[in-house]
């Protein structure tokens, strides 16, 4: 049902020309160079430790690798992560 | 997103380290009920350390609970902390506190009061009519009256000063005066006085001014040097021995000007070649800075004239309040010069002679000296020079104090 939704979303925002990730609930993600992570639009935290933090996210959990890694600042919908980072992707 | 660090300081928070089974369960319950957690840190397994607000902190409870997680504080960031640590230490404070309050009290008093410039009247006097006005060890500054009245006030009070000024510098008073200068007994009649007058210079007395004593010459009366001219012997007149009825030897001493037509002749050469420094009218400024009385010419900067130059250096250092610093500017003025000859004509050059001739002679003559007549006498070329004889009849004043003997 939630599947659906989204997708009817994602085209309607292609169709309005509207950015997706206003219409969408999907994540925003933002990079600087190897060592700052801004996640906005994440659902909470499924496993920090020192060299993996995992968030939940609509599009299913979005995995952050790196080394020495912290969690700066983290409110409701967005999280600011520091460290190495090395790899962020989806886990399917 | 960015935290405010120094509100966040000012605010005050917690630096806290965390262990339980359901660490990321804790942080998503935690930040979804809008607590403010930052610098989140992975510690070791089941072991992570954050910061966050006091008042969040006792927020935190019903999460740590459900959650199974244990708290530990680790510091206590920030201004209320500081504040607590010092109360603690209240006594030092007061201390602290005091001593300030101290050394501004006692820096606003007066601990000394000098007087400087006096030496007749005695120190203690000034002192006394000082403390009349307010002025003493123990006084507030504040209390001291305006330093204009003050001054105005002891002048009064004390009319032997003609001068007095006030000041304080720090916790010290000072006053400095100036004495009237009082007629000494001694100009008044004194040793001095017991003098003859008698001629310095042979000439024609022109005229006596006399304030004490007894003339024995007369105008127009020739007087050769070392005659006597003015007597201090009272009654001393050896020709009019009818008058003399006091005795000799009571002194009053002779003073007074005699004024006698002198005659000077002088020699003068003046050289008809006159060399004289020119100025070209070519000028150059620069402001270089100095270090330490030492002028820093930067070389690529200043553009030197050539050939013969006079500089003109005033040096502006930099003040600080009432202090001149060893650094600071120079104005330097370049002005190109050149040497000029110059041919006199005779007459020129015996115009120039006389000129030189006169301005010695004046200033050879004192106040009461002035020249009544001059002649130039034989003047000739020589070599390019021209030589000359000036003869001066001058007016100069030709008394000379001598002391009388006491023995005769």
Request: glycine share 8%.
């Amino acid at each position: 049902m939630r599947k659906i939704g989204s997708r009817v979303r994602k085209i309607a925002s292609d169709w309005l020309d509207i950015p997706q990730d206003v219409a969408a609930d999907v994540p925003r993600i933002l990079i600087i160079g190897p060592y700052r992570v801004h996640v906005e639009n994440h659902h909470g935290v499924e496993k920090f430790s020192d060299g993996e933090i995992r968030l939940r996210t609509a599009r299913g959990v979005l995995q952050i690798a790196g080394a020495q890694l912290k969690i700066q600042a983290i409110q409701t919908h967005e999280i600011w992560i520091e460290g190495n980072v090395s790899e962020v992707k989806y886990l399917d | 997103m960015q935290q405010n660090h120094w509100r966040q300081s000012l605010k005050g928070s917690l630096h806290i380290e965390l262990q339980g089974e359901h660490l990321a369960d804790f942080i998503n319950k935690a930040t979804n009920a809008g607590l403010d957690l930052s610098r989140i840190q992975w510690l070791e397994e089941k072991k992570i350390s954050l910061t966050l607000p006091i008042a969040d902190f006792y927020r935190l409870r019903p999460f740590l609970r459900s959650t199974k997680t244990k708290v530990r504080i680790r510091s206590k960031l920030g201004f209320p902390f500081w504040i607590a640590r010092v109360k603690k230490r209240h006594f030092f404070l007061t201390g602290f506190g005091l001593f300030l309050v101290i050394i501004f009290f006692l820096s606003s008093l007066v601990w000394s009061v000098e007087v400087e410039g006096n030496e007749m009247i005695p120190t203690g006097e000034i002192l006394a009519s000082l403390q009349e006005e307010g002025v003493y060890v123990g006084q507030m500054k504040s209390r001291i009256p305006d330093t204009s009245e003050i001054q105005h006030r002891l002048t009064d009070k004390i009319p032997r000063l003609s001068w007095v000024g006030f000041r304080i510098e720090g916790t010290r008073a000072i006053l400095t005066v100036v004495e009237k200068k009082r007629v000494t007994e001694e100009e008044q009649t004194g040793e001095q006085g017991r003098v003859n007058l008698i001629a310095k210079r042979s000439g024609l007395i022109s005229d006596i001014q006399i304030e004490r004593g007894h003339p024995v010459v007369d105008v127009n009366d020739i007087v050769k040097k070392g005659q006597l001219i003015v007597s201090g012997r009272y009654g001393d007149n050896e020709n009019n021995s009818g008058e003399g009825v006091p005795s000799a030897d009571k002194i009053v001493g002779a003073k007074g000007k005699v004024l006698g037509e002198v005659w000077y002749e002088s020699e003068v050469t003046v050289p008809m070649m006159q060399k004289r420094k020119v100025y070209t009218g070519v000028r150059e400024r620069a402001t270089h800075p100095y270090l330490a009385g030492r002028v820093v010419r930067l070389p690529f900067f200043s553009n030197d004239l050539e050939g013969e130059v006079e500089f003109i250096q005033q040096i502006r250092p930099i003040h600080l309040w009432k202090w001149n610093l060893p650094f600071g500017w120079v104005n330097e003025e370049q002005l190109a010069m050149k040497w000029v000859n110059r041919k006199l004509s005779v007459k020129d050059a015996i115009q120039v002679g006389k000129e030189q001739a006169r301005a010695e002679i004046l200033s050879r003559l004192g106040e009461d000296g002035r020249i009544l007549e001059e002649k130039i006498l034989h003047p000739s070329e020589q070599n390019g020079k021209v030589v000359m004889k000036i003869h001066f009849t001058v007016i100069e004043n030709i008394a000379s104090p001598q002391p009388i003997s006491q023995g005769e």
